[in-house]
């Protein structure tokens, strides 16, 4: 069967401290907390410049204040639970490192723009039974390329 491929890039954001900790914020409609992501077009260039007005928008990042790369790309296939259907995936995954975090972000979970957010290793997230139920392969893959 022949389904649609979906692009996303996928921001896995550091606190720039060296504690190993990824911003996730919480997804209501999926019920779990997600890298910061974007649809995507292949494009990495274009997409990276997305990527780095996203967190800006989204998240209050000023582009000024985060180094942003490619580290990596991966196809996955696997069962969307929020749509019941099987899906494939292309994951562009960009690293981010925040040069300066915000006062409010310092603690484990806070609140930015609407977004409920926390700050969690990688082992945790595996360890989270849903968000490695959801988003086994995307933590595989930041795993991969940290």
């Not at 409609?29 to 997305?50: I, Q, S």
Request: one cysteine or more; hydrophobic letters at 35%; a negative charge.
């Amino acid at each position: 069967m022949n389904r649609p491929l979906r692009r996303s890039s996928i921001i896995a954001v550091t606190d720039g401290d060296g504690s190993n900790r990824y911003l996730l914020y919480h997804d209501a409609n999926w019920g779990c907390d997600f890298f910061p992501n974007r649809a995507a077009t292949g494009d990495v260039e274009a997409d990276m410049a997305n990527a780095a007005r996203y967190l800006t928008v989204e998240f209050g990042i000023p582009e000024s204040d985060v180094e942003l790369k490619p580290v990596g790309m991966a196809e996955s296939t696997k069962y969307s639970t929020e749509h019941h259907e099987q899906r494939d995936y292309v994951y562009q995954l960009y690293r981010a490192s925040l040069r300066a975090v915000p006062d409010g972000w310092r603690g484990d979970r806070f609140s930015v723009r609407g977004k409920d957010c926390r700050w969690m290793t990688l082992d945790e997230m595996l360890a989270d039974g849903r968000i490695n139920e959801i988003n086994h392969d995307v933590v595989a893959l930041v795993r991969q390329s940290a």
